[in-house]
């Protein structure tokens, strides 16, 4: 069975901080997709990122960043110069890499809010 | 770009009543995903269809049901609604190889059985 664990339930920092979002999984597959999302108070889930099993290389994109230790089964996220636009929840989640059937398993989430 | 379309995007109904959500995927997209997101809740899985076909199932209740057309659009049809029924439901759809895509998310319908 396939687990995301997502310790942080509520995060505030002051704008301009870094924060870091913490994901541990458990899957027995060897192959398998790691993902983040954002969810803002809108209620549409955004697509972030998505990490194949085989590649740990760690990924930046602006001012997000990805961090994949598959030797702690982590996959941390963390925001640079944070703004109040990123306040929002943000899922981690797991599936199987397995076409036809690649079904997300989601972390709890963590509620991240950014103070002016 | 195309994204999935979720109709209607809100919805109230009674107890007891039934309730169609509908789900247009991403053109050239042959799997489906649909799920469930309670209040305050991470989204939990429902049931998928790849090519027209169910292709894996969840904690969907047996008053629930699925299918994909032949114009790969896909239906939850929802019978006698309980309050706790009440949840955001997510409509995903997703490219196997080669195109082999992530997931992409509709906006969701928000169901409120009152």
């Known amino acids: 069975a396939q687990k995301v664990t997502q310790a942080q339930t509520e995060i505030s920092v002051v704008e301009k901080e870094d924060v870091t979002l913490d994901c541990v999984y458990e899957?027995?597959?060897?192959?398998?997709?790691l993902f983040w999302y954002k969810q803002p108070p809108s209620g549409e889930l955004v697509f972030l990122i998505r990490?194949?099993?085989?590649?740990?290389q760690n990924e930046i994109s602006g001012r997000y960043s990805w961090n994949f230790q598959k030797s702690t089964s982590s996959f941390n996220f963390t925001i640079t110069a944070s703004q109040v636009v990123d306040s929002a929840v943000y899922f981690c989640?797991?599936?199987?890499?397995?076409?036809?059937?690649?079904?997300?398993?989601f972390g709890t989430g963590t509620r991240l809010t950014i103070i002016p | 770009a195309a994204g999935v379309i979720q109709s209607p995007r809100h919805l109230i109904k009674e107890k007891r009543e039934t309730a169609t959500l509908k789900c247009y995927p991403i053109?050239?997209?042959?799997?489906v995903y649909w799920y469930q997101q309670g209040p305050g809740q991470d989204p939990q899985f429902l049931i998928s269809?790849?090519?027209?076909?169910?292709?894996d199932k969840g904690s969907i209740p047996d008053r629930f049901s699925a299918q994909q057309f032949s114009d790969y659009h896909s239906e939850l049809n929802m019978s006698s609604l309980e309050l706790g029924d009440s949840a955001l439901y997510f409509c995903?759809?997703?490219?196997?190889?080669?195109?082999?895509?992530?997931?992409?998310f509709g906006q969701g319908t928000r169901l409120t059985v009152v």
């Open positions: 990490r194949n099993s085989f590649d740990e």
């Open positions: 989640a797991l599936s199987e890499a397995n076409f036809g059937n690649e079904k997300l398993t």
């Open positions: 053109p050239r997209h042959d799997t």
């Open positions: 269809f790849y090519e027209k076909m169910q292709s």
């Open positions: 995903a759809s997703s490219a196997a190889p080669p195109m082999n895509t992530e997931a992409f």
């Open positions: 899957t027995r597959d060897t192959t398998y997709y």
